[in-house]
């Protein structure tokens, strides 16, 4: 069965320090693995596509990997705007749809 | 661009009424998705409609519920009639299938509440 894994389910930081989402999938012949930002009271904001194991994206203090098993979104010096869910996802192995875990909910302190 | 644009914001009905969600993509986005939002099942796809055409509705809960897409630039998303199981937060998406099926812009959702 197909499934995305994220953890921990929440995460709590002080501002400046640094840490890693986890994100696990069961997939087969995966064709993507994509991470999106959930504010409080919004939808849900696409951030990367990561397609191949070894692949690197970045954006700002985020910073997306990629390996046969998992996914990690690296935080560096976090500010507590960067407080939100974030949530993967992957697309189902047979069908034209996309599975979501249920999301790491990140608060950074000042 | 306005982004994706959902109506209303909020909802408040009583069980057994019909309710209707509202939903405008993103002009020039082929793909939309209508998904439902809950604390304990997380993001979940009820329907996604390609060129205004249902392609999987596999998640839609059951009869109860129905959508439509009338042309590219409007949806709807039925429930009739309406349980308490069915509050949650509905959020359109939408995306150009050209530029990256998954690559998904969600509208700002639809909080109903069903007492």
């Known amino acids: 069965e197909d499934q995305v894994t994220q953890s921990p389910e929440a995460l709590r930081l002080q501002e400046g320090e640094s840490s890693s989402l986890n994100c696990s999938y069961t997939v087969s012949g995966l064709r993507g693995l994509f991470w999106y930002r959930q504010d409080p009271g919004k939808g849900p904001e696409f951030l990367f596509t990561?397609?191949?194991a070894g692949e690197e994206k970045e954006k700002e203090r985020l910073k997306a990997t990629l390996t046969k098993k998992e996914s990690f979104l690296h935080i560096t010096a976090p500010k507590p705007e960067d407080s939100a869910t974030y949530l993967c996802?992957?697309?189902?192995?047979?069908?034209?749809?996309?599975?979501f875990g249920s999301g790491t909910r990140l608060s950074i302190r000042p | 661009d306005a982004g994706v644009i959902q109506s209303p914001r909020h909802e408040v009905t009583e069980m057994g009424q019909e309710v209707t969600l509202r939903c405008k993509p993103i002009?020039?986005?082929?793909?939309l998705f209508w998904y439902r939002q809950t604390m304990m099942r997380g993001l979940e796809l009820l329907i996604y409609f390609n060129n205004n055409v249902p392609i999987d509705d596999s998640g839609m809960p059951e009869d109860r519920f129905s959508a439509k897409m009338p042309n590219a630039s409007f949806s709807t998303l039925k429930i009739q009639p309406s349980e308490p199981r069915d509050s949650a937060v509905y959020f359109c998406?939408?995306?150009?299938?050209?530029?990256?099926?998954?690559?998904?812009?969600f509208g700002p959702g639809t909080r109903l509440t069903v007492t």
């Open positions: 998406a939408s995306s150009a299938t050209l530029a990256g099926f998954y690559e998904q812009y």
């Open positions: 002009s020039g986005h082929n793909s």
């Open positions: 996802a992957a697309p189902h192995s047979s069908a034209s749809k996309i599975i």
């Open positions: 990561l397609y191949s």
